[in-house]
């Protein structure tokens, strides 16, 4: 609930910046979805702790709040500058996790969970099993939803096509392992991500509602945040 006054708290000083707030937007939604994927990741790799994977997905991308607006903003491809403060927001989001006494045991994987498992990652360059299992699990799922939601600077990829792309990386990007185990509940994945990105599904029930998320119904009763 504090990521969500963050955002909100960030968006209300800048009303008059439609694209801020439809950026912090989308970023809230990515959170979640990437936050519900990777609880799902625990329970089929039987980690101990999947609430655990669904706090660290929700927060995540919280350094970007760290970020400049008008880098965040930026419609266009970035440049290297650009991108080396981009990806900065590891370490803003480590840096305030370890400081916060309820969220401090997330903070390493956070910080990790840009990482590659042949060692190309940021911010630290780690491989393999180097790499916190939770920072592993969370990778895949943050991948996975950025390429199957809308973004200023993309399409929608396509489920299949997103599959295809995990799948190359496996052994690469990503653990095997976790791959697996993406494959494995492919389907959920899918329709988690179609849902909360999708402005139908929640006619009825008002705007999306930060609060109360419909999807728990469809996928392994994934509980209320």
């Given at each position: 609930?504090?990521?969500?006054?963050?955002?909100?708290?960030?968006?209300?000083?800048?009303?008059?910046?439609?694209?801020?707030?439809?950026?912090?937007?989308?970023?809230?939604?990515?959170?979640?979805?990437?936050?519900?994927?990777?609880?799902?990741?625990?329970?089929?790799?039987?980690?101990?702790?999947?609430?655990?994977?669904?706090?660290?997905?929700?927060?995540?991308?919280?350094?970007?709040?760290?970020?400049?607006?008008?880098?965040?903003?930026?419609?266009?491809?970035?440049?290297?500058?650009?991108?080396?403060?981009?990806?900065?927001?590891?370490?803003?989001?480590?840096?305030?996790?370890?400081?916060?006494?309820?969220?401090?045991?997330?903070?390493?994987?956070?910080?990790y969970h840009h990482e590659r498992w042949?060692?190309?990652?940021?911010p630290k360059g780690l491989h393999g099993?180097?790499?916190?299992?939770?920072?592993?699990?969370?990778?895949?799922?943050?991948?996975?939803?950025?390429?199957?939601?809308?973004?200023?600077?993309?399409?929608?990829?396509?489920?299949?096509?997103?599959?295809?792309?995990?799948?190359?990386?496996?052994?690469?990007?990503?653990?095997?392992?976790?791959?697996?185990?993406?494959?494995?509940?492919?389907?959920?994945?899918?329709?988690?991500?179609?849902?909360?990105?999708?402005?139908?599904?929640?006619?009825?029930?008002?705007?999306?509602?930060?609060?109360?998320?419909?999807?728990?119904?469809?996928?392994?009763?994934?509980?209320?945040?």
């Open positions: 609930r504090s990521y969500i006054m963050a955002l909100a708290n960030k968006g209300m000083l800048v009303t008059k910046n439609k694209a801020l707030k439809g950026k912090l937007e989308d970023l809230w939604w990515h959170s979640l979805a990437v936050a519900y994927c990777a609880r799902i990741l625990a329970r089929e790799l039987n980690n101990a702790q999947p609430e655990r994977l669904f706090l660290m997905g929700l927060f995540h991308d919280i350094g970007k709040l760290g970020i400049p607006d008008a880098l965040l903003c930026k419609e266009e491809v970035l440049t290297e500058q650009e991108m080396k403060r981009m990806k900065q927001h590891t370490v803003f989001g480590y840096e305030l996790l370890r400081n916060i006494s309820v969220l401090s045991h997330i903070a390493e994987y956070v910080l042949d060692g190309a990652g940021y099993e180097n790499i916190p299992l939770s920072a592993r699990i969370v990778a895949l799922a943050d991948v996975y939803d950025a390429l199957t939601s809308k973004r200023v600077y993309k399409r929608i990829i396509p489920h299949e096509k997103a599959r295809e792309i995990i799948v190359n990386e496996k052994g690469k990007h990503f653990d095997p392992d976790v791959v697996d185990s993406f494959l494995a509940r492919e389907d959920d994945f899918k329709m988690i991500c179609e849902k909360l990105h999708n402005e139908d599904f929640f006619a009825g029930h008002g705007k999306r509602k930060k609060h109360r998320i419909v999807v728990q119904k469809d996928v392994d009763k994934l509980g209320e945040f």
